[in-house]
């Protein structure tokens, strides 16, 4: 089947590291999105891994491991803005449709 | 401007009724995509066109019709709308090499 995992929800400090974890179970696996959402607002893309290792644009990096079905985004010097909803998404099958999961809300504190 | 536009951006309506919420693309992009999101459901696929002449349902249709009008216009209707539509729903199309997704801002409707 297809199946998307991550945390429902997270907290962390201003200032500091969080780790978003994802599991990931699709067939014909193409490659993993990661998508910010503020609350009432659209998705937007933050980034997208194709090839296992760690991607690193600005604070934010992200990192894939085909053969275990994971990945994480990587949030550094969080800052209160950072407080959003983080979608995992993966793109499989020939069709290459995303499989969305359901989010993890992260609460940035001061 | 944004890539990808969606009127309207709030509707109440009532049972019963036919609406039509409709999205715009500047991007060039051959792929759309209409989801619905609830809150502790995420997004949910509802349909989806390839091209002009390729549509496609998603997971959830039922109660739902779309009409891709051209290749910047994807249409979404509901034909007798019921309570449980109430949802947001936003429209996206796709980069064809990257599959990155672009969303529009949504549309927020509530069916009393």
């Known amino acids: 089947g297809q199946n998307i995992d991550q945390p429902t929800e997270m907290t962390a400090t201003e200032g500091a590291i969080v780790q978003i974890n994802c599991t990931y179970q699709?067939?014909?696996?193409?490659?993993l999105f990661w998508y910010q959402q503020h609350a009432g607002e659209a998705p937007t893309f933050l980034s997208y891994n194709v090839l296992d290792g760690l991607e690193e644009k600005g604070r934010f990096s992200s990192f894939l491991s085909r053969s275990k079905g994971y990945s994480y985004l990587l949030l550094k010097e969080l800052q209160m803005k950072d407080s959003a909803s983080y979608l995992c998404a993966a793109s499989g099958g020939n069709n290459r449709k995303l499989i969305w999961g359901l989010g993890t809300s992260l609460a940035v504190n001061p | 401007d944004a890539d990808v536009t969606q009127t309207p951006r709030n509707r109440i309506t009532k049972t019963g009724k036919r609406i039509m919420l409709e999205c715009s693309q500047t991007?060039?992009?051959?792929?759309m995509y209409w989801y619905r999101q609830d809150p502790g459901l995420g997004l949910r696929l509802i349909y989806y066109?390839?091209?002009?002449?390729?549509?496609n349902k998603g997971e959830i249709s039922d109660g739902y019709s779309v009409s891709r009008q051209a290749q910047a216009k994807f249409s979404l209707s509901l034909e007798s709308a019921i309570p449980n539509q109430t949802a947001l729903y936003f429209c996206?199309?796709?980069?064809?090499?990257?599959?990155?997704?672009?969303f529009g801002p949504g549309t927020r409707l509530l069916v009393l």
């Open positions: 991007k060039g992009h051959d792929r």
């Open positions: 066109s390839f091209d002009v002449k390729d549509i």
């Open positions: 699709t067939s014909g696996f193409n490659g």
């Open positions: 996206a199309t796709s980069d064809p090499i990257t599959e990155t997704q672009y």
